[in-house]
């Protein structure tokens, strides 16, 4: 089982931009699916963005043209690159692993768009 851990949150003006990485460990990296997650305060976890390889990623509708999902197997990283912030986008923000039945998340990390 693959361990993960999230950073790269913070504050952000309307607009601004944040690198959000999330580094793996423990197991063969390159195999999993990997994705971002977000929960905002009393709304259901949901998918942001997911990535196979750089020909295979989807995105959720609110975050297309905006975010860019990208992953370095030689580091065990994943990476989400976030522009044009909007307050929406305001959510914690989780790290997923995914082969087959097995998954493994982490534990999150908060980015607030604020003025």
């Known amino acids: 089982q693959v361990q993960l851990v999230e950073s790269g949150g913070g504050l952000v003006q309307p607009g601004g931009s944040l690198r959000l990485s999330c580094v793996a460990s423990g197991s063969i990296f390159s195999i999993y699916a990997m994705g971002w997650y977000r929960q905002a305060p009393g709304k259901q976890r949901e998918l942001v963005a997911g990535i196979i390889s750089s020909r295979s990623t989807n995105y959720a509708d609110s975050v297309k043209g905006r975010f860019t999902i990208s992953r370095d197997n030689a580091n065990n990283t994943v990476y989400l690159q976030m522009n044009s912030l909007k307050p929406e986008d305001t959510a914690v923000y989780h790290c997923?692993?995914?082969?087959?039945?097995?998954?493994?998340w982490g534990q999150g990390t908060q980015v607030t768009v604020s003025s």
């Open positions: 997923n692993a995914r082969l087959g039945p097995h998954e493994s």
